[in-house]
C-alpha cells in the first residue's frame, strides 16, 4: 500500500471514488440479474400452470354445460325450445374446442401432453357420440338418444371428467412446486445482495 500513500491527495480520493463506483456497479448489476431471474421464474409460472388452470377450469365447465342442456334437451317436445337448447349446446362445444386449443398453447412437458391427449380423444368420442344424440332427437327417436346418453356414453362422461380433474390437480401441484422453488430463488437472491453489499461496504471502508 506503499504506492498508494505516496499519491497526491487528489488521486486517492479520484481512486476511492471510482473504487466505490465500481463497487456500486457489482451490486446493481448482481440485483438486476437477481431480478431478472425471479420475474423469469413468476412469467413461467403463470404462463405455463396459472394460465392452464384456467383454461382447463373453463373447459371443465363448459362441460358440464352441455351435458345439463343435453339432458334438457331430452325432456322437452316443443321444437323452438330443442332448437335453443341446441345451439346452446354447440356455444358451449365451441367454447370448450377454443380453451383447449389454448391449453395446448402452454404445455411444456411430455407428461402434460400424454394427458391432454387422452383429453382430447374422450371429447372427440364424447362429441361424436353428442352429434348422434342431437340427431335422433331431431329425428324424433328419443329412445334411442335417450340410450345414448345414459347406457353408451357414461363411461365416456365419467372418463373426461376425470381426466379434467387430473388436469386441474397436475397443474395445481406444478404451480406449487414451482412457487416453492421461486421462494428459494428469492431467498437466495437477498442473501446473494446481502452478501455483496457486505463485501463491497468492507472494501469502500478499506
Request: charged share 25%; proline share 0%; hydrophobic share 45%.
Amino acid at each position: 500500500m506503499g504506492w498508494f500513500r505516496n499519491l497526491k491527495i487528489s488521486i486517492k480520493l479520484l481512486v476511492g471514488f471510482l473504487a466505490v463506483a465500481v463497487i456500486a456497479g457489482i451490486i446493481g448489476v448482481v440485483g438486476v440479474i437477481n431480478i431478472m431471474n425471479i420475474d423469469k421464474a413468476s412469467t413461467q409460472l403463470y404462463e405455463d400452470n396459472t394460465l392452464g388452470l384456467r383454461h382447463v377450469g373453463d373447459a371443465s365447465i363448459q362441460f358440464q354445460r352441455i351435458r345439463v342442456n343435453a339432458l334438457k334437451l331430452l325432456l322437452v317436445t316443443d321444437e323452438k325450445e330443442r332448437s335453443e337448447y341446441i345451439d346452446k349446446i354447440n356455444e358451449h362445444v365451441n367454447v370448450v374446442e377454443s380453451e383447449l386449443k389454448r391449453y395446448e398453447e402452454v404445455i411444456t412437458n411430455e407428461d402434460d401432453q400424454k394427458r391432454f391427449s387422452t383429453v382430447m380423444n374422450l371429447w372427440a368420442n364424447f362429441q361424436s357420440l353428442l352429434e348422434d344424440i342431437i340427431q335422433h332427437i331431431e329425428s324424433g327417436e328419443n329412445e334411442e338418444a335417450q340410450k345414448l346418453m345414459f347406457e353408451k356414453s357414461g363411461s365416456t362422461i365419467d372418463s373426461l371428467n376425470d381426466m379434467f380433474e387430473e388436469l386441474f390437480e397436475y397443474n395445481t401441484s406444478e404451480a406449487e412446486e414451482k412457487a416453492n422453488r421461486n421462494t428459494r430463488v428469492s431467498n437466495m437472491a437477498a442473501n446473494t445482495m446481502m452478501l455483496v453489499v457486505m463485501i463491497g461496504t468492507v472494501i469502500a471502508v478499506l
